[in-house]
């Protein structure tokens, strides 16, 4: 099964160097655009594996390929939204885009923590756990808000939409980071009950 999880995260991850291989190489927009955007596929499948190593090499577990799954499709679902101009044509793609960001970054969290509570390296209650997991979560959301902002102020990037877009690109990565809390945890009852 190990080689299955490793194999699927492989796949998973070579599919945002393609990613990036298309952001930069088709002229879909500016090019200082595209390698901000591209950026984003880099910055997420590196963080991955520099999370997998520290995990596999702390507590001998890695990330699952699920784990992968929801990082790469938040990436790609952003890509496909430039790539096709959804950003413009519907309004609700960049929440979809949020929703799906701080989802895959919940679970991510949600995992880490998970493996650090199995392995007795933290104790938490489950209160404290989804806590921390949706914390940490929506603070790497924020993070993203400020590299929009940034991008934007420094460079032009017009990543920052109309009035309003900050405050609902916030309110769907909290529901995003909530969604996986809440699933995760009915998961987890459910599991300690069997």
């Known amino acids: 099964m190990k080689s299955i999880n490793k194999i699927l995260v492989y796949i998973f991850l070579v599919s945002l160097v393609v990613l990036v291989g298309i952001e930069l190489s088709i002229n879909y927009d500016a090019f200082d655009r595209r390698v901000a955007l591209s950026a984003t596929a880099i910055f997420a499948g590196v963080t991955f594996l520099v999370v997998d190593k520290v995990v596999r090499k702390k507590h001998q577990l890695s990330l699952p390929w699920f784990v992968a799954l929801a990082v790469v499709f938040s990436v790609w679902l952003d890509a496909i939204g430039n790539f096709w101009y959804l950003y413009t ?84 990565d909290v529901l995003g980071a909530l969604v996986v809390v809440l699933v995760g945890n009915r998961i987890s009852k459910k599991s300690n009950q069997s």
């Not at 309004?91 to 392995?119: M, Q």
């Not at 940490?136 to 400020?146: D, R, S």
Request: no cysteine; hydrophobic share 50%.
């Open 89 to 172: 044509k519907f309004s609700w793609w960049d929440d979809l885009a949020h929703f799906a960001g701080s989802l895959s970054v919940a679970v991510l969290v949600y995992s880490i923590f998970l493996i650090l509570r199995e392995k007795k390296t933290i104790t938490l209650s489950n209160f404290h756990f989804s806590t921390y997991v949706f914390s940490v979560a929506v603070l790497v959301t924020i993070f993203y808000e400020l590299t929009e902002y940034f991008g934007d102020l420094l460079f032009e990037m017009q990543r920052v939409g109309a009035r309003y877009d900050t405050s609902s690109d916030l309110t769907y």
